[in-house]
């Protein structure tokens, strides 16, 4: 397993200060952007413009989660604007093999994101398509929510490939993790922490990533 890697959500961030909102967790792995169409998700949030600004105005890679319709036509765009991740929703097209191809071309790691009814034995066979795995652990859309520990058994599962070598790719989990929630997501092998509320809605979002990695890094070394 790689050491346990945090990503603020922006998600939980002040939008009308992001460069520093960025700057506040420079300390963090992946700064994670929530990229919502209100058509995929009930909710709106920010495009490819407000991307290239904060690539601008921070040097943590960028880790989208593109919560869209149609990946196939607005993914690749990220990963030519200089995203290092770019992760699409497996509902939302017919060939995600085909996009992350395309997202590869394009310069950046691919990421297949699964929503919480939505099982992995389907897709276990074009994971090695991908570089990253993005578990929800709540329904994408918004932040704050409760963490749902059944999706686990996913995390579990493609955890086994990774660890017989059969798969190489970065297991990462979204949705009410915080410094209750995160043990228990290492335990089933999580690689990487998206955390949006537990990050910033607390007076020092740097101490918070520490934390929270120090809580994860605690819970893996027991699997070790
Ligand atoms: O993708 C998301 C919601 O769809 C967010 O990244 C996620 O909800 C983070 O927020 P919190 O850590 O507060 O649950």
Same mark, same amino acid.
């Given at each position: 397993m790689v050491s346990p890697m945090i990503a603020p959500s922006i998600l939980s961030a002040d939008f009308a200060r992001l460069a520093a909102e960025a700057e506040a967790v420079s300390g963090a792995d992946w700064l994670h952007v929530d990229v919502m169409d209100?058509?995929? $998700? *009930?909710n709106l949030t920010l495009g490819l413009p407000v991307v290239k600004s904060l690539l601008k105005a921070t040097n943590i890679p960028l880790d989208c989660h593109l919560m869209i319709e149609d990946p196939a036509r607005w993914a690749p765009p990220y990963a030519e604007a200089g995203a290092y991740n770019v992760t699409f929703h497996a509902e939302a097209t017919d060939d995600p093999s085909a996009v992350a191809r395309d997202i590869r071309a394009a310069g950046a790691k691919a990421g297949l994101s699964v929503k919480p009814g939505t099982p992995i034995e389907p897709y276990l066979e074009i994971?090695?398509?991908?570089?990253t795995l993005l578990v929800m652990s $709540?329904? *994408? +859309?918004? +932040?704050g929510q409760s963490f749902m520990s059944e999706v686990l058994s996913k995390a579990k599962a493609v955890r086994a490939l990774v660890d017989s070598g059969d798969l190489r790719l970065v297991v990462e989990i979204d949705g009410g993790i915080n410094s209750d929630t995160i043990e228990q997501a290492a335990e089933a092998g999580i690689d990487c922490f998206v955390a949006g509320s537990a990050v910033y809605d607390t007076a020092d979002p740097a101490a918070a990533v520490r934390d929270l990695r120090a809580r994860a890094a605690h819970a893996s070394h027991h699997l070790s």
């Open positions: 209100a058509h995929f $998700v *009930p994971l090695r398509d991908f570089d $709540v329904e *994408p +859309g918004f +932040g």
